[in-house]
Each structure stands twice: as structure tokens, then as C-alpha cells.
């Protein structure tokens, strides 16, 4: 079946870098770009960024830009999102989406998410 | 950046009845080239990642169960649980994937009264 599984819980130290992972199975993983979206304890949803499994295009937000990367191994069907210069505020569930449907050159709804990678930063 | 803004922030609601989420967004996710609207609804129950429910704002995702159903157009759209089943039980969110950055909306408890 269509399943992201994503890499276990990480505690960092503020500074820090952090490198989450994602494996898909089940499905073509270069058919399909994966977002990463995070929350927050007690929040809600917010996208980070978005990469086309199919050449490695990304789309980041903004307010992200300059801390983020995301990347794909496609030998592996793995997809990474690294955030450095970790902050407290990026305590958060980290999760990979797949898109809801084939890339069809422009955004979409996520259709498959993964299990979610638990991230603390604390000193 | 569209911003989503969803009401009522909580709702109780007898097994059996209807619950209405409204989400509204700040400039219309419609697309005229493909005649769609670019706006999902996912449930999310504790300690789960969220699933998606309905995309194209109306099509309803493979196995969710027909008393969910999704309407508008433009800015404004409605998700509707027709008859509260206890597994409803859930914060419902709106995103919009017209452009990036993508956002959703606050969210919507939904709890049995």
C-alpha cells in the first residue's frame, strides 16, 4: 500500500541542524512532489515547502528561506527536510505529505501523510 | 499570502445531526484555466496526522464515508458532516494549494454535545 514512513524523534540543542527523513513506498516516487508540514504543540498546520521528486525543483516559504532544504535520493524513493540554526519555536511534529495526484505543474492537495517526526529543541 | 479563516474555532454537535465548518479565504483559490478550486479539507484526530477528506474543494477522497461533503466557490466554502457519527471527532482544517506560500486554516473542533 501507498505509505511514508518517517525517520524517529530528535531532541536538539538550540544552533543546532536537524535531518528528518521520509521513505516512500507502494507507488512511483518520482510521480509525485512531497510537501513538509509542521506543527506546533497544541496548534495548527503550516507548510513549509514543497520538491518535485522528479528533478529536485523546490518551492519554499518564505518565512523559512535561508534555514531549509529539502532534497530527494530517488535511488532510495527517500525524501530529507533539513532546518538549521534550530530555534525553540521550531518545536514541532514534522511531517512529509505526498501529492494528492501526479505533478501537474502546479500545487496540490496532499493526499498520503507520514507517521510525523517529533522535534524538540531545547537547551 | 491567502490567509484561511475558518469559523466556528469549536462546535457540539448531537450524534445524528448536522455540523457546517465555514473557511474563508482572504483572495479566491479559483482557477479559470482548469475551472477548480484549490481548496482541501483534512480531519485531524489526536496524536494522527491529518487525512485528507475532500479536494477541488467538492470530490470527496477515496473511502471517506459520503456524510462528508464539500461546497462553495471563489472565497467561501462549507465542509459538511451531515449525521455526527463519535468518530467524527476531530479538528477540521481548510488549505488552500492555489498559490505558495500553501496555508490552512485555524482549525475547527468538532466535538459530540
Known amino acids: 500500500q501507498v505509505q511514508l514512513v518517517q525517520s524517529g524523534a530528535e531532541v536538539k540543542k538550540p544552533g543546532a541542524s536537524v535531518k528528518v527523513s521520509c521513505k516512500a513506498s507502494g507507488y512511483i516516487f518520482t510521480s509525485y512532489g512531497i510537501s513538509w508540514v509542521r506543527q506546533a504543540p497544541g496548534q495548527g498546520l503550516e507548510w513549509m515547502g514543497w520538491?518535485?521528486?522528479?528533478?529536485?525543483?523546490?518551492n519554499y516559504a518564505q518565512k523559512l528561506q535561508g534555514r531549509v532544504t529539502m532534497t530527494t535520493d530517488t535511488s532510495t524513493r527517500i525524501a530529507y527536510m533539513e532546518l538549521r540554526s534550530l530555534r525553540s519555536d521550531d518545536t514541532a511534529v514534522y511531517y512529509c505529505?505526498?501529492?494528492?495526484?501526479?505533478?501537474?505543474?502546479?500545487?496540490?492537495?496532499?493526499?498520503?501523510w507520514g507517521q510525523g517526526t517529533t522535534v524538540t529543541v531545547s537547551s | 499570502d491567502i490567509e484561511m479563516t475558518q469559523s466556528p474555532d469549536s462546535l457540539a454537535v448531537s450524534l445524528g445531526e448536522r455540523a457546517t465548518i465555514n473557511c474563508k479565504s482572504s483572495?479566491?483559490?479559483?482557477?479559470?484555466?482548469?475551472?477548480?478550486?484549490?481548496l482541501a479539507w483534512y480531519q485531524q484526530k489526536p496524536g494522527q496526522p491529518p487525512k485528507l477528506l475532500i479536494y477541488?474543494?467538492?470530490t470527496r477522497q477515496s473511502g471517506v464515508p459520503d456524510r462528508f461533503s464539500g461546497s462553495g466557490s471563489g472565497t467561501d466554502f462549507t465542509l459538511t458532516i451531515s449525521s455526527l457519527q463519535a468518530e467524527d471527532v476531530a479538528v477540521y482544517y481548510c488549505h488552500q494549494y492555489y498559490s505558495s506560500p500553501l496555508t490552512f486554516g485555524g482549525g475547527t473542533k468538532v466535538e459530540i454535545k
Open positions: 477541488w474543494a467538492s
Open positions: 520538491i518535485s521528486t522528479s528533478n529536485g525543483n523546490t
Open positions: 505529505a505526498r501529492d494528492q495526484q501526479v505533478e501537474l505543474g502546479y500545487f496540490d492537495s496532499l493526499g498520503v
Open positions: 483572495q479566491s483559490v479559483f482557477y479559470s484555466s482548469n475551472n477548480k478550486n484549490f
